[in-house]
Structure formats: C-alpha cells, structure tokens
C-alpha cells in the first residue's frame, strides 16, 4: 500500500512542480495546492498505513492507527490554509494593480518598477 | 521560576493580541508595543542570567514526560539569539515611528512585528523540530504581512516572489520531518538525536540532513539558494528591511548550526564537507553581488549573504573555536545589519535616492551620520577593537585548526571585499562634491538617526567587551559542541 502511495504523491509533486514552473499566476498557487496535498499525504504514508482502527480509545480495541501524523497533519493543513488564502488575496491585489498576471511581465529593477 | 523560559514568546504574543484590538489608536499602538518590548528583554535578560547560573533551562509542556511532550530548550546560544531579536525589535520599533507612516501603522504594523518576535523567539527555544516547523510558520506569516504592507507595485511583486519561495521550502521542511519521522519515529529534537546515534546513521539520515540543508538554506540564503533575497529585501520600507535583514536569515543559520551539531553528527565526512563548499560559494556569490551594485541597499542586503556564509563556514568545522567563532559572529552580525540598515535608511531619507551615484558630500551637513556610518562600517568589516574581528579571528583559527587553509583564507579575503563595497558607500555619499538634500526637520532627523547611533553603540560594546562576553560564548559553543548536556537537559539523566 505504501509503494502506491508512493507513485500517486510523486506523481502530485511531478504536477506541483511543473505548474509551478508555469507562466500564469494562477497555475502556480494551484501547483502550492498539490504541493501540499503531496507534503500532507507523504506524512500519513511516513508515519505507516497499519493500524485497523482510528484513534479514538474504544473497549476492546488494541490495534490503531498511529495518532501523532494525523495531528501533524491537522497543523499542517491549517497553516497552508492559512497561506494559500493569503496567497490568493495577494494574487487579486496584484492582478488589480499590475494588471497582469504572466510572471515573465513581473520583472523590474531599481531602474524601472 | 519553571516558566522563564517561554516569557520571551508568551509576552510578544499576548501584546500583539491585544494591539488587534485598537489599531486606530497610534498613540496607544507605539507605546504598548515599545513596552512589551523593553519587558521581552528584561525577562530576556534574567533567562540568560538563569541560564548562566544553572546551566541549560528545559521544560515540557503540560508536564508530558520529555519525548512525548513539546519541549522547550533555551540553552546559552538560543538565549543569547532571543536576546538579541529583542534587541533590534526594539530599536527597529522606534525608528518606525517616525519613519513608517501613519497608514501602515494604522493596519497592524505593530502588532505584526511582535508576532513575528513570537516566531523567532519560538524558533529559536524550541526543542521540537514540527514545532519549529510551525514558529517558522508564525514568523514567515508575518514578514508576508510586512513585506506587502503598503501595497506599493513593487512591493506586491516582490511579495509573491517570496511567498512562493517559502512555500515551496514550507513543504520541503513537511516533507523532510516525514521522512525523519518514519526513519526515528520521534519529533522531539533530543530524543532525535539518541535515535540517530542509536542506529549509527545510516544512509537515509545523510540524505535527510542534505534535505535539511536545502530546507534551511532557503530561510537561511545560502549558495544556490539564496536567489529570491535580493530583490524581496529591497522591496519593503527601511524598518522591515532592517528586520528581516537582521533577524530572518539568523533564523535559518541558526537551524542548520542546531541540526548539524545535534543531529548528524556521525557521518561528518559527507554533511559538513558540503555545508563548508556551499559556505564558501555563498561568500563568493555574496561578493559579487556586493561590488556589482551602486545602490545602497543592495550592497547591504550582499553582505547578509557573505555573512550567512561565513558563519556557517565556522559551523562546519566542528572545532570548539570554530564554534564559539560562529556563535560571536552571529549575535555581531545580528546588531551590525540592524545598525547599517538605519544608518541607510537615514541617508536614504536625507539623499531621497538609493543610487550611490546620486549622493555625494554629506560629511559637510551631517558630520555625525558620516562618522557613525564610518564606525559600523569597520565593524562590519572587523577592524580589531570592533564587533566584527573576535568572530572572524576565531572562525579563521578554527579552520586553520582542522586544517582547511583556503577556506580560511577565503574568510580573510571576503572581510577586503566587504570593507571595500562599504567603503564605496562611505566615499561616494559622504565624500566628493555637495548634491541637492531634502531638508529633514531636525526633530525628524534626531528620531531616525538616534536609533541607529545607539545601535551601533551597542556593538562598539560588544566588540570592546567581548573579553567580558567569553564566558557566555564558550557556554554556547560548548553545548554545539557536545551535544551530550544538552540531551542530559531535556531527557534527564538519559
């Protein structure tokens, strides 16, 4: 189950990685999105897929889910909201006041903003 | 007090909270903030003193036994680091009040520097490596709140530039705890490393700790990585610069020194071979950058690269003077980029231009901006009675120690650069013939120029006293060095 995962969060990445390196704004705050989809889903995997149950103490159960990367998971998933929101409104404020939003036109020196 | 040590995170953030509340009230704003401050450092201060006396200060939260709790370690260097932030926070807060402008003081200014304190501090006491992950967090939320505050064209275009970057390295840092957790099993940063030595570093752990170094390498700016610096720093207004130039990359350098004395510490041959190659590039590519520029933050910003790369090429020696080199050479490097930083603000002010070219001749009108700027520069540089030389000369004789001749003189020639490109900036704006000023009030002129002077003052001290400051140096070296107390404090008698 792990080698799955594996190939589906590489391939999450390869994604990331080439929306990234893409022209338009937007693709690239959709390519943070899967990155962190891949960083989120790489710590479930890290952590080991055993476990039959959740982790929530129950009579009679003895065999859980490892608890400490769903919580790391939790955290990570609220800070990356937290970002990714930033990380739109800033798009929105930018695409008003630089009137585009193809990277290659955000260039400027000290000489010409 | 068991507490004491988490007073330099709690105070900055209970403060910030309660500036949320009226962000109109700039009266209130400046001298709330500037108070929690002054208690950040006196608190500060105590710590260290606690620290001093009864060695390492550790605590686990909710009274959690070590490894399954958060752990909170202020160890001499995270001390004297968090002591420092505070420091320049506060100068930095006091240059703003009559520099930053009442529209962006009036949206939570304020209170964005404090949460930012919060993060550095945290990062620097924590003994947890996801919780560092998430003081990272905190901190690099709020230099995207200041970094864009303004909303200037080219502030909303350099801003996406490093939020990109810190997101890219923010998932590399998730990605690379994830791999440690499943090889270690463990978050915390002691415990880590027993388990590292436990199984004898194989392998994996090498590749983890160059996954680290490029993690950090990108908060911390070094060789490869440091291309989005730059033009994100020249961006922001002057306090901010002064602000992330004095205290962000540190935070960086100072993971990559806590990871590589704590964790990989085995398999040295590998790891710290690397980090004194990229260490020497960083200095190289600092300086170019350095004398390719005629404007004067740039130049500046450069040398925050140059001096990234000279401290952890004293971290990658593993010698004990090497070591305690590094340690001087950071909190130096942290007061000098916060002092050189206003002083250009200052002449920024005064000239209304950043390009060198444009100045000239202030020594006539402004004789004691001219020879404040003279002293930090030399110590910049590290002229012997002043901050920067103890550092340097320990560096260098720890690489000599453990037998890297070219890196050390590399350390030696980079210092000729740096004191020539700060140089420049002296002989072209204070030199030569008179140009055009903006006539600053004078009033307006004492309140930006007192900070910065002061700051420097700071580290003249520090430079003449560093005889008095040996002691809590080679306390900080010494747990780089021998790992071995700092696990005693934080696991007990493990």
Redo the contacts between chains.
């Keep these: 189950m792990e080698i799955v995962m594996c190939f589906v969060i590489g391939f999450l990445f390869m994604a990331a990685v080439y929306l ?1 390196l893409s022209k338009s ?1 937007l693709r ?1 705050i959709i390519g ?1 999105g899967l ?2 989809h ?3 889903l ?2 479930l ?4 897929l055993g476990g039959s149950s959740p982790p929530v103490v129950a009579p009679g159960v003895t065999d859980y889910a490892d608890p ?2 769903q919580a ?1 998971i939790l ?2 998933i609220v ?2 909201f ?2 990714t929101a ?2 739109l409104v ?2 929105y ?2 695409y008003q ?2 009137e585009t939003d193809n990277m290659n036109l ?1 260039r ?1 020196t ?1 000489d010409h ?1 | 007090m068991i507490n004491l040590l988490l007073f330099p995170i709690l105070l900055p953030f209970f403060f910030a909270m309660i500036l949320l509340l009226f962000p109109k009230k700039l009266f209130l704003q400046r001298t709330i903030s500037i108070v929690a401050l002054a208690l950040t450092a006196v608190f500060t201060i105590i710590l260290m003193l606690k620290v001093k006396s009864d060695g390492i200060q550790a605590i686990t939260l909710g009274s959690w036994p070590a490894p399954f709790g958060i752990s909170m370690v202020s160890d001499m260097l995270s001390v004297l680091l968090v002591l420092s932030s505070t420091i320049i926070a506060i100068f930095v807060v006091w240059y703003s009040f009559s520099s930053i402008g009442k529209e962006r003081e009036s949206f939570f200014y304020y209170p964005g520097i404090l949460f930012m304190l919060t993060g550095v501090n945290g990062a620097f006491t924590t003994g947890d490596i996801f919780n560092m992950f998430v003081f990272f967090e905190v901190l690099l939320m709020s230099s995207y709140l200041l970094i864009v505050l303004g909303g200037e064209k080219v502030q909303l275009r350099e801003s996406i530039k490093y939020i990109l970057v810190n997101v890219i390295s923010s998932a590399l840092f998730v990605i690379t705890v994830a791999y440690l957790y499943s090889v270690v099993g463990t978050l915390n940063m002691a415990d880590i490393s027993v388990k590292i030595a436990q199984i004898d570093q194989p392998g994996i752990i090498t590749v983890i700790a160059v996954l680290f170094l490029v993690v950090f390498g990108l908060k911390g700016a070094i060789f490869p990585l440091f291309f989005w610096l730059p033009s994100s720093y020249a961006a922001p207004p002057i306090p901010v610069l002064a602000l992330f130039g004095a205290l962000l990359t540190k935070v960086g350098v100072y993971a990559i020194m806590r990871t590589y004395t704590l964790f990989f510490t085995l398999d040295q041959g590998f790891t710290h071979e690397l980090l004194m190659v990229l260490s020497i590039l960083t200095i190289v590519a600092g300086c170019i950058g350095a004398l390719a520029y005629f404007d004067v933050k740039k130049i500046i910003i450069y040398n925050i690269i140059i001096a990234v790369g000279v401290i952890l090429f004293g971290a990658s020696q593993m010698t004990e003077t090497a070591l305690m080199g590094s340690v001087f050479y950071l909190i130096h490097d942290i007061l000098i980029k916060g002092a050189l930083f206003l002083l250009i603000g200052v002449i920024i002010a005064i000239t209304g231009t950043s390009n060198l070219r444009k100045m000239g001749g202030l020594i006539k009108t402004y004789p004691m901006l001219g020879w404040t700027y003279l002293i930090a520069a030399f110590g910049l540089a590290g002229i012997p009675p002043l901050s920067g030389f103890v550092g340097k000369l320990l560096i260098v004789q720890g690489g000599f120690e453990a037998g890297n001749l070219w890196g050390s003189i590399f350390i030696l020639a980079s210092s000729l650069v740096v004191l020539l490109s700060v140089m420049r900036i002296f002989i072209y704006a204070f030199w030569g013939e008179p140009v055009q000023v903006i006539k600053l009030d004078s009033i307006q002129y004492r309140n930006l120029f007192t900070p910065a002077a002061i700051l420097v003052g700071f580290s003249v001290i520090y430079g003449v006293g560093s005889e008095w400051l040996v002691p809590y140096m080679s306390d900080a070296a010494e747990v780089l060095y021998n790992p071995s107390t700092y696990i005693k404090a934080v696991l007990g008698g493990a």
């Design positions: 990234m704004l690239i943070t990155l962190s891949g960083a989120h790489l710590i995997t890290m952590g080991g400490l990367p790391l955290t990570a800070i990356s937290g970002v930033f990380f800033l798009a404020r930018s006041e630089l955000m400027g000290e903003d």
